[in-house]
């Protein structure tokens, strides 16, 4: 193949296409297993539902909650609880539609940012990567990640407080209720997604402003 005729958007136009093809065969595979009952998929299928709270132990409690663990260090060791997780070997329905609501909509977002793409490739390849749609389809993408990726994690860290309080004992330490629930999906800050759009914005309007000019160049020649 000589350089004249090789495609100038490889190989990024077949890494999105591979990408997407394992996406899709994935999905099919994953749905697959849970209805044959051999495996786990976005929250279905499996006999476990886990979840990792946040933890929010302070003073006494916080003592209380480590005293198993003292015994095994020296006096003058400090012991810092990271993480936690807890599990249900008997899940409810409503344990196991939380579990897959904390997976579900980041996998979508991705899977629909990367749908795009293809389309976005598909534009430049047949209209040129210059063409004026090529920057239309920038900012959907933009647009896409900027809105879709607030969404998908707020909705995310929504259902993860929610899951933890369907394990919680009311009015614990634990126990979240609606009102932090709400509030940990509004605080969610995606900052990757959030900084992915903003530039995918900002070279679609420098690509449109580009494209406008070249037409307006070839106007005047």
């Given at each position: 193949?000589?350089?004249?005729?090789?495609?100038?958007?490889?190989?990024?136009?077949?890494?999105?296409?591979?990408?997407?093809?394992?996406?899709?065969?994935?999905?099919?595979?994953?749905?697959?297993?849970?209805?044959?009952?051999?495996?786990?998929?976005?929250?279905?299928?499996?006999?476990?539902?886990?979840?990792?709270?946040?933890?929010?132990?302070?003073?006494?409690?916080?003592?209380?909650?480590?005293?198993?663990?003292?015994?095994?260090?020296?006096?003058?060791?400090?012991?810092?609880?990271?993480?936690?997780?807890?599990?249900?070997?008997?899940?409810?329905?409503?344990?196991?539609?939380?579990d897959s609501m904390t997976q579900a909509p980041g996998f979508l977002l991705y899977f629909t940012v990367f749908f795009l793409?293809?389309?976005?490739?598909?534009?430049?390849?047949?209209?040129?990567?210059?063409?004026?749609?090529?920057?239309?389809?920038?900012?959907?993408?933009?647009?896409?990640?900027?809105?879709?990726?607030?969404?998908?994690?707020?909705?995310?860290?929504?259902?993860?407080?929610?899951?933890?309080?369907?394990?919680?004992?009311?009015?614990?330490?634990?126990?979240?209720?609606?009102?932090?629930?709400?509030?940990?999906?509004?605080?969610?800050?995606?900052?990757?997604?959030?900084?992915?759009?903003?530039?995918?914005?900002?070279?679609?309007?420098?690509?449109?402003?580009?494209?406008?000019m070249r037409d307006d160049l070839a106007g005047v020649v």
């Open positions: 193949m000589s350089r004249a005729s090789r495609n100038p958007l490889q190989p990024f136009s077949f890494a999105v296409r591979f990408v997407l093809v394992l996406l899709v065969t994935s999905t099919v595979v994953g749905v697959l297993l849970v209805v044959s009952k051999e495996g786990y998929f976005m929250g279905a299928g499996g006999s476990l539902v886990c979840t990792t709270p946040e933890l929010r132990f302070a003073g006494t409690e916080y003592d209380k909650g480590l005293t198993a663990y003292r015994e095994l260090v020296r006096p003058d060791t400090m012991i810092l609880m990271k993480s936690m997780q807890m599990c249900d070997d008997t899940p409810s329905m409503t344990q196991r539609a939380l793409f293809f389309r976005l490739l598909r534009t430049a390849e047949t209209d040129g990567p210059f063409s004026p749609l090529v920057a239309v389809r920038l900012r959907i993408i933009g647009w896409t990640l900027i809105v879709g990726g607030y969404l998908a994690h707020a909705v995310q860290d929504g259902m993860s407080a929610a899951l933890v309080d369907t394990f919680a004992v009311p009015g614990d330490l634990m126990h979240n209720g609606i009102g932090l629930i709400l509030l940990e999906g509004a605080l969610t800050l995606p900052l990757p997604d959030l900084l992915t759009g903003l530039g995918l914005l900002t070279i679609a309007r420098i690509m449109q402003v580009g494209a406008r």
